[in-house]
T-cell receptor, first 113, second 116 residues
């Protein structure tokens, strides 16, 4: 099962920064935090991942607290096309050593004009 | 680069009928996943393949669901017989295998199954 906690929904004004929080208080030292998003009627899309340092790419920034118990995904200038469900995922290993992504309920982000 | 291809896009069947979904992953991706996504919920992993071997099928209802990945490329997921609660979107994803961590997974558009 997923080991993350996210707010069920959030709103943000177009052009503003959207900050999506995620709690993962039981994260292990070698587990990564991944963020995916799912736009309506599409499959999930990878956004970014990190271990303990802050990360930035062309889509977003990921801020991970020093104790790694929580993180925040930042969309710096949200547009209407960023309206989607955002999933925070902690890597889970199965007994055979293979890795799998376990999705929770996610946060439904609505960007308002 | 071509993405993950899935077919059909939509399927409507009656309960107790059989149905099959097909997935063609991104070329070179060793890992293939099938997820089930019920309306309003996050995707749930059904089965994970590494090449043509199963590495995780702990949440696959094996009395009615089966999946195979012949030659480590394309995969099919079958439901026989279908129940009303199987109505969902079935997502296929693939990823490269990276030692020590999960590589980003690329998802297909999914197959929306309605069981009536």
């Amino acid at each position: 099962d997923a080991k993350t906690t996210q707010p069920p929904s959030m709103d943000c004004a177009e052009g503003r920064a959207a900050n999506l929080p995620c709690n993962h208080s039981t994260i292990s030292g070698n587990e990564y935090v991944y963020w995916y998003r799912q736009i309506h009627s599409q499959g999930p899309q990878y956004i970014i991942h990190g271990l303990k340092n802050n990360e930035t790419n062309e889509m977003a920034s990921l801020i991970i607290t020093e104790d790694r118990k929580s993180s925040t995904l930042i969309l710096p200038h949200a547009t209407l096309r960023d309206t989607a469900v955002y999933y925070c995922i902690v890597r889970v290993a199965n007994p055979q050593g293979a890795q799998k992504l376990v999705f929770g309920q996610g946060t439904r982000l609505t960007i308002n004009p | 680069e071509a993405g993950v291809a899935q077919s059909p896009r939509y399927k409507i069947i009656e309960k107790r009928q059989s149905v099959a979904f097909w997935c063609n992953p991104i070329s070179g991706h060793a890992t293939l996943y099938w997820y089930q996504q019920i309306l309003g919920q996050g995707p749930k992993l059904l089965i994970q393949f590494q090449n043509n071997g199963v590495v995780d099928d702990s949440q696959l209802p094996k009395d009615r669901f089966s999946a195979e990945r012949l030659k480590g490329v394309d995969s099919t997921l079958k439901i026989q017989p279908a129940k009303l609660e199987d109505s969902a979107v079935y997502l296929c994803a693939s990823s490269l295998r990276r030692q020590g961590r999960v590589a980003e997974a690329f998802f297909g558009q999914g197959t929306r199954l309605t069981v009536v």
